[in-house]
C-alpha cells in the first residue's frame, strides 16, 4: 500500500547482517485462509559483522508466537518486520506465524493458483512467508516439512520421509530465502532421469496438472540437453537426486529457479505442436536452460545484494544465448537478440527509466528485472569474452566457480577472476556496469590510395540520462572486416579496441579502398551512427561475410527507405527491394535468416528512429509507410511466391528443430506478403488444413492484417476454447495484428469477453500488452488509447502491484511524441500516479517516468 515518502534503499549503504544462519526448519500446514508456518532458525553472531541489530524481515504476517532458546519472547513488530533483544552468542529462534495464501492476488510469496499452493520468493517474497532475514548474503540449509491434504507436496532439495498429506525435504545447500520454494496440489509428473558426467542418476520431474501430461515431452528434453551442455561447456554438473519443475498458470515472469523445484508460468514451459508455435518453442528450451543454469550462477554463486543482480542474470542470460546459439543457427539467434535489445532495452537506455547494469538506488527491487540488467548485462559479458578471447574467459569462469562457491559476491568479485586471470586493469570496462545510456559511435574514414592505407577513425559519445548527466568513455570492442570491390574479404574480422572518446585505426597495405563492415556480430550494444549511403549498404547487403552486418545492411536499407517515405514523401527504395528479391531466392542461405531477411523494423522502432534523429514520430505517418513497403514488397516479389512456397516446404512430421522451423519461419514472412495479393484466400486455405499451431497462427494473423478475420477468429475460439494458452494467442494476436483504428475496440470488447481474467497475468497481458504493441492504436491522436491502459493499471494494481508496475512500460517514450499526444499520456500518467493506495511498485515507475 501507498508509502507515504517510499525509502530509497542505496548501494553504498551496504553492511554484513550481524547474524549468520546455521540451519533453517519450518514446517507448514496448510490451509488456504490460514496457513500456519513454523520456522525454527539457528543464528550465530556473524564476525564480519559490527551491527548486533536482530532485525528479521516480515510483511502481511500474523505473529502468534515467537521464543528465544525456548523462553517466550515480545519482539517489536513494524511494518516491515521485527526486532528483539538477543543473546551474545548463537541462540535459536521460533516463531510462528499465520498467512493465507488465498487473499495473496500479488502472487508474491506463499499464494494459490487455482486450488494449487505455490511460492515465488525472489526479490523479497520470503518475508511474506515467515519472519526471516530475506536478503540474498544471508545463507541457510534449509529443511522443510509438509502437511496438506493433497497429493503432492514439494520443497526445495532431496525427499527425506513422506506420509499421508506429510513431506519433509532437506537442502543440503545453503541458500537465501529468495531460492525457497513450496508446491503442493493435485499435480502429475512426466518424469525421466539424466546420469551426471560423474556418473551420479538424477530423477527428473516436470508436474502438471492432469490433462497436460501431453505438453510436457519436450520441456523435459530441453532440461536434459541443458545438463549436459553445462557440464560440457562449463564443466558444471547438477548436484542433488531430484530436479523437479512445476507448471502454474498464475505467475508474474517467465519462470524462477529455485534450488532443485523451479517453477514455470506455464507458457514458458508446456508445449504441444497443435498448441505451441516454433516460437513458443524456442523460448521455452531457452528458458528452461537459463533456469537451469542458473543452478550454478546464482544459486551455487549468488548476489550479495540486489544491486548485484546482473552478476547471475547477465551471466545466465549470456549462457542461455551461447546454448541457443549451439543448439540452433548462432546467427540467427544473434540476430533477434539484438531485434530484441534494440526493441526492449535500448528504448529503457534512453529514456526515463534508464539505469546502469548495476543501479546504485532503487525503491522497489521488483522493478528492476529490466532488460537492461537481463539482455544488457549479458551484452557486457560477451564484449568481456571478446576482449579476453575464449580460452581467458573459460579460465575465468573456471576461477569463478572454484573461487566463489557457495558465497554470495558482487560485481567487483566478479571482474577480478577476469583481471586475474588475463593481468588486463579492468577498471575502465567496469564503466559499463556504471554508466547508464546506450552510447553513440560514429565513424570517418579515410583513404590514401598512394600508401594502401585505410584509416577509420570513431568518436564515442553517450547522451545524459536520469542523475548522470556527464559520460566517461566506455571501452568498446568494435569488430571490423574489410571487403574489397569483388566482396572478397581482404581483412578479415579484426576486433579493435576503443578506449578515448576519439580514436583511429589504420589498416595498411590495401591495394584498393576498402568496403568497411563495421560492429560485425554487433560487438558492442551502441548505436553506430554512420550512413554510407544506399549503395555502400546493397553492397553489404549482397556480400558481407558476416552474417549480422549482412542482415545489418537490410534492415538499415528499410529503416532508410521508411525514414525517406515519412519525412520526404517518398517511395518505397528499389535498391532495397531488389537486394531482399534476391536475396531471398538464395537457395544457398538458411531459411531462417531469408526469414529475418524479409522483416522490417518495428513501428515502435522506426518512432525511436525518428526520434534519435531529432523528429517527432507520427504514429500514423510510421504505419501508412510500413504498410506501402509491405505492399511494395508484396508486389516486387509475387512473381516468386511459388518458388519461395516450395523452398518453405516440409517433409515429414512436425519438430520444433531449427531446420523445420526456419522453413515455417520464412513460408510465415511470405504468406504475410501473399494475403496482400490475393485477397487471403491462400492464407485461408493454410488456416483449414493446418496441423500445428505455427501454421494455423501465422494464417489467422494473415487474415487478422488483411481485416478477413471474423469467421476465422470464431472458428479458432471453438476449436480451442478450453486451452488457456492457446486462448491467450487468440486474445493477443487479434488486437496486436489489427488495424489500428480497430484496435481499442476490440480490446475493450475483449475486455468484456468471460475468458478474460484480469488476476491471470498471462490474460492480462495478452490484452493490454498486445494493445500497447499496436503502435498506431495505443497511440491514437485522440489518447482514448491511454487512457483504456491507464484504466486498466489502476484497476490492476490493487490486486498485483508487480505486474502493473511492469506494463506501465508503455508509456516511457512519452516525451518523443508530439506536444497533444504528450500532453494526454502525461495525464494518464499522473492519473495513475495520484491513485490513493497506489502500490510502492508502479509509484516508483510512473514516477520515474514524470520526473
Ligand atoms: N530470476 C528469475 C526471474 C524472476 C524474477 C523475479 C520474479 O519475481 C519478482 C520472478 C522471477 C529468472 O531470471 O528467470
Ligand atoms: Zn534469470
Known sequence: MKDASPQTIYLKDYTPYGFVVEAVHLTFTLDPDATRVKSRIAFAPNPDATDRTFFLHGEDLTLLSARIDGAEVTPSLTEAGLTCDVPDGPFTWEAEVEIAPDANTALEGLYMSDGMYCTQCEAEGFRKITYYPDRPDVMGVFTVRIEGDLPVLLSNGNPQQAGEGWAEWHDPWPKPAYLFALVAGDLVAHSDQFTTASGRDVALNLWVRPGDEGKCAFGMQALKKSMRWDEEVYGREYDLDVFNIVAVDDFNMGAMENKGLNIFNSAAVLASPETSTDANFERIEAIIAHEYFHNWTGNRITCRDWFQLCLKEGLTVFRDSEFTADMRSAPVKRISDVIDLRARQFPEDQGPLSHPVRPESFQEINNFYTATIYEKGAEVIGMLKRLVGDEAYAKALALYFDRHDGQACTIEDWLAVFADVTGRDLAQFKRWYSQAGTPRLSVNEEWDAEAGRYTLSFHQHTPPTPGQPDKAPQVLPIAVGLLNANGDEVVETTLLEMTEAEQSFTFEGLTGRPVPSILRGFSAPVVLDRDPGPEERAFLLAHDTDPFNRWEAGRQLARESLLAQITKGAAPDAAYLDGIATLVRDDTLDPAFRALMLGTPTQSEMAQVLHERGTVPDPDAIHAAAEALAEAKALRLAPIFDALAMACHVEGAYAPDAEQSGKRALGSAVLSLQTRRDGGVTARAQFESADNMTLQLAALTCLVRAGQDAEALAAFEEQWRHDRLVMDKWFAMQIAATAPDNALPRAEALTAHPAFDMKNPNRFRAVLGAFAMNHAGFHRAD?????????????????????????????????????????????????????????????????????
Open 783 to 851: 489518447g482514448k488509447g491511454y487512457d483504456f491502459v491507464a484504466d486498466w493499471l489502476v484497476k490492476l494494481d490493487a490486486k498485483n502491484p508487480q505486474t502493473t508496475a511492469r506494463m506501465c512500460a508503455p508509456f516511457q517514450t512519452w516525451r518523443r511524441y508530439d506536444a497533444g499526444r504528450q500532453e494526454k499520456m502525461r495525464a494518464a500518467l499522473q492519473r495513475i500516479a495520484d491513485t490513493p493506495s497506489l502500490s510502492r511498485d508502479t509509484t516508483e515507475m510512473v514516477s520515474r517516468m514524470l520526473q
